[in-house]
């Protein structure tokens, strides 16, 4: 059974950074898609960033292209989510999903395992 932990979220201020982590057991995933969904409060969960587990592909949602860097450690089963230059918007629940398959998909029915979430609070 795979299961996905995610670390790393907590409070900001505007301008901040944050790393997330992403630690994946329970499966043989090295062709498996990663990707980071978060929900802002009272909003639909909305695509972040995928990335690749065979060969580090990433694709980003336009809000977070230049600000966010996906990566993976294989050693470690862990991928990555950077977060610079945060703002009060970046405020949401934070979650790794996976889904196994090559495609990178921004459509979170795509992905069949999911964390539980890790709160990121931006303060103005």
């Known amino acids: 059974q795979v299961r996905l932990v995610e670390s790393g979220g907590g409070l900001v201020q505007t301008g901040g950074y944050l790393r997330l982590s992403c630690v994946v057991s329970?499966?043989?995933?090295?062709?498996?898609?990663m990707a980071w969904f978060r929900q802002p409060p009272g909003k639909e969960r909305e695509f972040v960033a995928g990335?690749?587990?065979?060969?580090?592909?990433?694709y980003y949602s336009d809000s977070a292209k230049g600000r966010f860097t996906a990566s993976r450690d294989s050693a470690r089963n862990t991928v990555y989510l950077q977060m610079f230059s945060l703002t009060p918007e970046d405020t949401a629940v934070y979650y790794c999903?996976?889904?196994?398959?090559?495609?990178?998909?921004?459509?979170?029915?795509?992905?069949?395992?999911w964390g539980q979430g890790t709160q990121v609070t931006v303060s103005s």
């Open positions: 999903a996976a889904r196994d398959g090559y495609p990178l998909y921004s459509d979170s029915g795509m992905y069949t395992d």
């Open positions: 990335i690749r587990w065979k060969d580090g592909n990433t």
């Open positions: 329970g499966g043989t995933f090295s062709d498996w898609a």
